[in-house]
């Protein structure tokens, strides 16, 4: 069983790498809301989705090194069930996006809790660089595009405030999220190191329109390289 769970984790991996292949999901379309929003503040700039590149590779060398040198590790074991769940949702996730953004914030909160269940499962998982870097990578990513999912979900149905009140909300409740799982995890770099990528491309995207926004989130990073800092030390 062990052997086969290594082998779902490598494929689900493949197959979520090839996902864009075979859609044409290039961000939310403005026009699936009945609020249309062109440039919503709490949305990272374009170029920090080019993380997704390293995470995929990241995912695939987890998998197959899992396949190769690990498939009897416990450590490693404890993390394939969830991961597989989040794969398999992530296969399909960018399709789903492309019509539906209700149901692709619903599906991306399934991907992020079962991503953290693999990486809290998996954080023993040795050697660390590839047992559970990707993971963090991963599941980091994942912790800010599941809160920018659901800023735009709120801003574009218009339940009660507007994008800009929901880009700082989602802001500080993002933030205050991924401090969560950093303090509950330890040390975990390649979480923190995704997280931290997403809220300075956050800035960069209200940089010279919004400088609150471009404030709150340099708080943010001090924040988390902080809490980074003194998981470290522990």
């Known amino acids: 069983m062990q052997t086969l769970k290594a082998l779902l984790v490598l494929v689900t991996s493949i197959t979520f790498a090839a996902a864009p292949f075979w859609s044409d999901f290039n961000g939310f379309d403005p026009s699936l809301y009945p609020n249309p929003q062109q ?3 709490i949305q990272p700039a374009g170029y920090a989705f080019a993380i997704w590149g390293l995470i995929y590779l990241a995912l695939i060398a987890h998998a197959g090194f899992g396949v190769i040198a690990r498939r009897d590790d416990e450590g490693w074991d404890r993390a394939r069930w969830p991961l597989i ?4 949702i992530g296969t399909f996730w ?3 996006a492309e019509t539906s953004p ?3 914030t619903i599906l991306i909160w399934a991907m ?4 953290l269940a693999a990486l809290y499962r998996g954080s023993a998982a040795l050697p660390g660089w590839i047992g559970s870097v990707p993971l963090g990578l991963y599941a980091g990513w994942l912790s800010a595009a599941s809160w920018v999912s659901l800023g735009l979900l709120g801003a574009g149905y218009g339940i009660g405030f507007g994008e800009v009140v929901w880009g700082y909300i989602i802001l500080a409740l993002a933030l205050a999220f991924i401090v969560a799982q950093l303090r509950a995890l330890g040390w975990s770099p390649g979480y923190g190191a995704a997280a931290i990528w997403a809220t300075i491309g956050i800035m960069v ?6 400088w609150g926004m471009v404030a709150l989130g ?3 990073v001090v924040i ?3 809490q980074l800092w003194l998981s470290r030390r522990v």
Do not use: E, K
């Open 112 to 115: 992020l809790i079962s991503a």
């Open 39 to 41: 440039n919503p503040p």
């Open 205 to 210: 995207a209200n940089w010279g329109t919004s």
């Open 224 to 226: 988390l390289l902080a």
């Open 102 to 104: 209700i149901w692709a």
């Open 94 to 96: 960018l399709m789903v």
């Open 218 to 220: 340099g708080i943010g």
């Open 85 to 88: 769940l989040s794969l398999g």
